[in-house]
């Protein structure tokens, strides 16, 4: 037997059932709706009403931002592959991630902020993260910055900077 | 778990500001629709009896190419109307993309809440309504003279919440019933702030969605803005239907809309106001079942622009039987039905304001017209199928509409990164579920141009946060 008798089959049955189906379910919603009382509300040119609010405001205070604490971002960085002389073995060297962290500070939000303007204060987007207008960075941020630069040892990472007071004598 | 704070209570009086259409006289109006209508019949009829001699062909034949006429007509008006709409709604997801405002607009927002009999619903709404993303807001709730326990839960909700950002002031309003127009009324005229917005008792929010709505108002034109509303309580045949239809069916038109900013009905679980706007259009009217599509074509006859956020989303309950969902496009149908008739100086008049005239002949068509050539086409069918033997006809016509509902239903999903399994409903999607909801809105509109009296009704709410 062929595919489409069969289906247009299918379809005029189940469309002749929707048929019966929604009539017969909007007599009885009619039916169940007239055994209900009609209640026409009278219309008044005022209206009395109970207003319900808290007593007392609220002394204002540091409302800390509910957000969830930022944790620390490893930047995936790729293997650093060093090419060794001819007959030894090449050497794979993996970057050791620095956490990268993000900061925020803390705003203070006063809960008596009058109706009007609100502008998140201090805060400036800058590659999905958020630094201070002020330019102020925090200890953490500079570490970070000093730690940007590295040079490769045989003692591992070491930083760039010249430590000038410890004497040492470094050849040139 | 926040201890009770102490609260004051204090009687205040309103004044109702809402605005009565003069009625007008019954049985003069009758006596004038049985005159233009019997005027009307008489002409059609001299002209079926002055022509039928000089036909060619049948009576019989007649009936047949008359009705395939007219379902090329359908045809032809259903896929334009399909096209339209998916190119509108293309068009806006692009300058919603790449043009839409940036955040830092933080004006002050009251959020009213309307509930009635809403004991078991209320507090997950209110809860949700404190992990708002937004720093400057406060919570109405309007209690609209309920006879359950609500005014005994709200009562514990009064007073400083701690939101997601600062303290929330949650107040509460206990006012007799009067509907939820009069109880939206009297938040709107509570409010202090400049934007309102107005939601359902058992509707939630996302977290984001008064930061993202409310950046629009930042234009001076932008008098309201929609949200895009969700259903929340998916995993059943009707309301996984009902997800797919507010998708495809409701968004994707209100998207369309919004391009031109035009958007014909702020749906109830999620508006926001310009404060002013509402007080132009002289607050909600009570004399609809809709509501929110009366003050809406109020809101755009005064000149404002109307916008839709699709981020900002309002879950809700949808009626899980289908009762409760006959119930509920009853109302929607009758109460658009009487905007359409409240308003019908704007559609015949489009000098007056032509985005209304346009929305209101649009709502007239989907209304009004849509439902009946639905319903005729299927008709046809089934008698081409049992007169003639044309039982094939009908898988035709199943399988080009379920085609372009599954290809409808594909982009929507996409845009809206929805379930992706709500797909596969678009199969009996046209002829089982609109099919359902059409004659429902046939019957509708039939009694409301009969003139039978209908009441608000509630749909019953199971409190499904809660489960």
């Not at chain 2, 008489?42 to 000089?54: G, M, R």
């Amino acid at each position: 037997m062929e595919l489409i008798p069969i289906l247009s089959t299918i379809i005029l049955v189940a469309t002749i059932s929707t048929f019966l189906l929604a009539i017969g379910a909007y007599i009885l919603y009619k039916v169940r709706e007239r055994r209900g009382q009609i209640a026409v509300a009278p219309h008044e040119a005022e209206i009395r009403a109970e207003v319900v609010t808290p007593a007392g405001i609220p002394a204002p205070r540091q409302v800390e931002q509910q957000r969830p604490a930022l944790q620390p971002i490893y930047v995936d960085r790729q293997p650093v592959i060093i090419q060794q002389a001819p007959g030894q073995s090449q050497q794979r060297v993996t970057q050791r991630p620095q956490p990268y962290t993000a900061f925020r500070q803390q705003t203070a939000v006063s809960t008596e902020q009058q109706p009007g303007q609100y502008n998140e204060a201090g805060f400036v987007q800058q590659r999905g993260f958020q630094v201070p207008r002020n330019g102020n960075q925090p200890e953490e941020a500079k570490q970070q910055k000093d730690s940007k630069f590295l040079k490769y040892t045989t003692e591992g990472y070491v930083s760039t900077k010249e430590n000038k007071e410890s004497g040492a004598v470094r050849w040139r | 778990m926040e201890a009770k704070q102490e609260i004051k209570r204090s009687t205040v009086v309103f004044e109702d500001h809402e605005h009565f259409e003069p009625t007008e006289d019954k049985g003069r109006k009758y006596f004038k629709r049985i005159i233009i209508n019997g005027i009307i019949s008489l002409f059609l009829i001299l002209v079926i009896v002055y022509t039928l001699p000089k036909a060619v062909l049948t009576i019989k034949s007649l009936f047949e190419y008359a009705t395939i006429v007219a379902l090329v007509i359908f045809l032809f008006i259903l896929l334009i109307r399909y096209f339209s709409i998916l190119l509108l709604a293309y068009l806006y997801i692009n300058e919603y993309t790449y043009s839409s405002p940036a955040g830092g607009y933080f004006p002050f927002v009251s959020i009213l809440v309307p509930v009635y009999n809403e004991d078991k619903v209320i507090a997950d709404s209110v809860k949700s309504l404190l992990e708002l993303n937004y720093p400057n807001y406060e919570i109405i709730i309007i209690n609209d003279g309920s006879t359950d326990k609500t005014k005994q839960v709200a009562e514990n909700l009064v007073g400083y919440k701690k939101g997601m950002i600062s303290d929330v002031k949650v107040s509460l309003i206990n006012k007799p019933n009067g509907g939820k127009a009069k109880a939206l009324n009297t938040g709107v005229k509570y409010s202090k702030a400049e934007i309102v917005l107005c939601m359902d008792g058992d509707s939630q929010l996302s977290p984001d969605c008064v930061k993202l709505a409310v950046r629009h108002f930042a234009n001076m034109e932008i008098g309201a803005v929609a949200g895009n509303v969700k259903v929340l309580n998916r995993g059943k045949l009707f309301t996984d239907l009902q997800a797919l239809e507010y998708i495809e069916g409701l968004n994707m038109a209100r998207s369309a809309q919004s391009f031109v900013r035009l958007v014909n009905i702020i749906p109830g679980p999620i508006g926001l106001f310009r404060k002013k706007a509402i007080e132009e259009a002289g607050y909600y009217s009570s004399d609809t079942f809709a509501e929110d599509a009366d003050l809406t074509l109020k809101i755009l006859a005064n000149g404002w622009k109307i916008y839709y956020e699709p981020n900002s989303v309002s879950f809700t309950e949808a009626p899980v039987k289908l009762q409760q969902l006959l119930k509920q496009r009853y109302r929607w149908t009758r109460g658009i039905i009487q905007s359409i008739k409240k308003h019908r100086k704007l559609m015949v008049n489009p000098s007056i304001n032509f985005g209304d005239t346009f929305i209101l002949w649009t709502m007239f068509y989907e209304a009004l017209i849509w439902p009946a050539m639905n319903i005729g086409a299927n008709l046809f069918f089934i008698i081409a199928a049992f007169a003639f033997g044309f039982s094939s006809l009908i898988f035709f016509w199943w399988a080009g509409l379920a085609l372009l509902d599954l290809v409808t239903a594909l982009y929507c999903v996409a845009a809206e990164r929805e379930e992706f399994r709500l797909v596969g409903y678009s199969i009996i999607y046209r002829m089982f579920f609109i099919l359902i909801i059409d004659i429902c809105k046939l019957m509708s509109t039939i009694e409301e141009l009969l003139g039978i009296k209908m009441t608000w009704g509630k749909l019953e709410r199971v409190g499904v946060a809660q489960t």
